[in-house]
Every structure is written in C-alpha cells, then in structure tokens.
C-alpha cells in the first residue's frame, strides 16, 4: 500500500497546497529517493535535533513544541532501527517520510521544524554528516591496513626479493622495504582523508533554500551541536555544493588504485611461476574442475572494485559539472555513487587488511629470484666508479660486457672466473666478488629512503611513531 497505486491520485501532503492531483507513477518513480536516501535516518534525526532545539533556544518555535518534536524524532529513531518504520514512496526521500510520521506522532507541532530550513539544506547536512563519519571509518580502516604492512615489513626487513621495473629484475630489494612502499601510498591516502575532514567541517544547516532566512536562527550553535566546526559562509554556495562527495570519491578513487595495484602484485606473486607468497585458504578459493588450483579471489576482487569506485567519482563529477548555482534535482543522484563507493572501498580495505595479514611469505623463492636475470649488475657498475675510478658510462659498458659473457655462458655474474672479467678490463680485482651477492648488494643501498635493511628499519621506526 505504501508504494501502491492508488495513493497516487491524492496530492502531495508535503509540498501539495498548489497541486491539484498527486504524480502520476512514472514521475513518482524518477523523483523518489527514499529507496536509497532512507540511509540518512539518523543523521536527519540528528540535523532535525539539533535545530529544533536551537529554533527554541532562539525563540522561533516553544520550548513545548520542541519538546514534542525531539520526543517524536526519539520515536521514529527506534522504530527505523527496530523495521517497524514503514517507508513511502509517495513521501519521496527520508526527509518527508520522517516529518510525516512525527506529524502523525505528534500533531502540529511537527509543522514548525521545518521552519527556517528547506529540503535544500537539510540534505546537505545530513549527506555531509554521513560522508564525514565515513571519512573517519576510512582513517581507520587505513590505520589498520598501514599496521598489517608495519608488521611483515619488521618480519622482513632482511628478506631479499627482486626488484622490478618494467616487470623485469632490476635490482634487489627486501620485501620489507617493498612493503614500506605501500605503507607510504596508504599513508598518503590518510593524510588525504584527514585533509578532506578538515575541509568538509563546516555545517550547512540555516542556509535554507538558497538565500538564508529571516528568522534570527542560531547557525553557530547548530554547527557545535552537530559537531561542526563553524558553520559555512555562502547560503548559495551551500546547497550547491557536493565538493564533500566528490572529495571523498578521489580519495577513494586513489586508495583503490593503490589496493588494485596491490592486489595485482599479490596474483602475480602467488602463481606457481612465481611462487613468492602463498595465500591463507581464508582469501582464496578452489577450482570446481582443477583439483590443483588456488585461486586469488579476493585480490582479484578488490582490483575490480577499483573500476566501481573510479566509476563513481567520474559519475558524480558529470552530474555537477553543468548545473547552474543553486539546487538542482540532479544532485539527487549523488548518494548512491557515495554509498557504493563507500561500501566497496570498506570492503577492499578490509580484505587487503586480511590478505596482507595472512599471507605467508616464501623467502627462499624470493632469494633464488633476486639472484637471477643478473640484478646485481649494477652494482658491479658502481664497484667500477668507485674501486677503479671509471666513469659510470664507461663502467656501464664494462658491466653489459660481463652480463653478455655470463649470459653466453649460463652462469651468474658471481661465477665468472676472475681472469675472465680482468680480460673484459684489467682494473677489476677479486674484490669484486664482495659486491656481486643479492646480500651485499642490498646492505650496500644505505641512502636515505633506499633498501638496506638498516635504513628500511629506520623508516619503519618513523612510520611506528605515526601511526
Ligand atoms: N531528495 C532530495 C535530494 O536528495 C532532497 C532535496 C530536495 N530539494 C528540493 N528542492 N526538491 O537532493
């Protein structure tokens, strides 16, 4: 009955004094949100408070009917969280739905909330509410996922793995000080989100339709009461701006790029090929046809994600990049690309949290790699700058002659026989030998930021202190 059609034919009880017949179901359908917005309960719950309460401390509206209004609104509270609350299209978003219902609660009183405020404000308010609390749940999330790294990166700090660069050895690193890369990126992606609450403090609520309003509200005292730093400075602006969402949407969008570039490095390294990690039971699933098979599901899932929340950030940005200043009914549509966002970056987040936390790291694999495709090759280099003082162009071509030998001869750098590489240049001496192990090669790269494992150790330290 409460979305049925027959309901349709009366005018709108909200808003309906200059309509003489209510929408037809088509138009219903289009305008309603409450489908998704019913998600602001209490953080319009919460707005409504705060503002009665301030209307009253004002003098706008009696300390009696403010009284009824935040025990009508307690009401309606439980019987959101309990599913006794019935939700009406008709009544097109959460606002109208819970003003009706306080009518039917509590009588004329319920028509004076809404003074000195519009729907335009109001679902300002609340969706920023909403975005703000999701802010802080993401810094969370961030914090814990930064620990896991933490964690492996101390376990590991000694580990040597290659290094890549175009998915070729490079040169060799620790997995710990790979780990501290991606605890620098979701770093970053805090800061973001701190940046962005800090941004976002300021309350909406008295900017009212657009142009504020004559009544000698209170903004400030509801900014504090919602915990708001000040409330904001432009009515216009106000109910034009969903700059919050869209905020939120690039900081998601860049963490997920990051859990999708992690994600991919976690498939590649627990295939058999490579055989650098092996993944806990609880994040990967079997084959219903191959008995042998580990599949990274979830890593594979959080990368996909990836393409739902960048979706949603170019979704948004097109919705408001031609709307004229002030409301507009489009920006109804941006709820929905917060709220999917939202729930799969938690989700992501989650599961790289576990996957990371879990996975078990094959540190002989990672070794027998690191010394192969000649990673410490450029070291031999650098031997040649600074034990026989050649240029580096010249100690590049030196070295390049040294790979192709070892090359031709199926050996490692380290194998070729001293008189073969004194032939290549005579100012090489045994002491070459020191350098060209994956070990020496990584304790050697002490520069600050680089992968020795004493300094990875340091920034681990810095990083501990901070988080
Ligand atoms: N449901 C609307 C939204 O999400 C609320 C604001 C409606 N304002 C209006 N003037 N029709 O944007």
Redesign the pocket.
Known sequence: MADGSSETKSSNQMWGGRFASGPDAIMEEINA?IGF?KKLYAQDIRGSIAHATMLAHQGIISAEDKDKIVHGLGTILSEIESGAFEFSRRL????MNIEARLATLIGPAAGRLHTAR???D??ALD?RLWVKEELQKTERALTALIGAFLDRAEEHADTVMPGFTHLQTAQPVTFGHHCMAYVEMFGRDRSRVRHAIEHMDESPIGAA?LAGTGFPIDRHMTAKALGFREPTRNSIDTVSDRDFALEFLSIAAIAATHLSRLAEEIVIWSTPQFGFIRLSDAFSTGSSIMPQKKNPDAAELVRAKTGRINGSLIALLTVMKGLPLA?S?D??E??EQVFDAAESLELAIAAMTGMVRDMKIRADRMKAAAGSGYSTATDLADWLVRAAGLPFRDAHHVTGKAVALAEEKGCDLADLPLAELTAINPAITDKVFDVLTVEASVASRTSFGGTAPAEVRKQIAWWRARN
Do not use: C, G, L
């Open positions: 949100s917005d097109e978003d959460i606002h519009s729907r335009n109001q679902v969706f339709a409301y009914k920006m109804q941006d709820k």
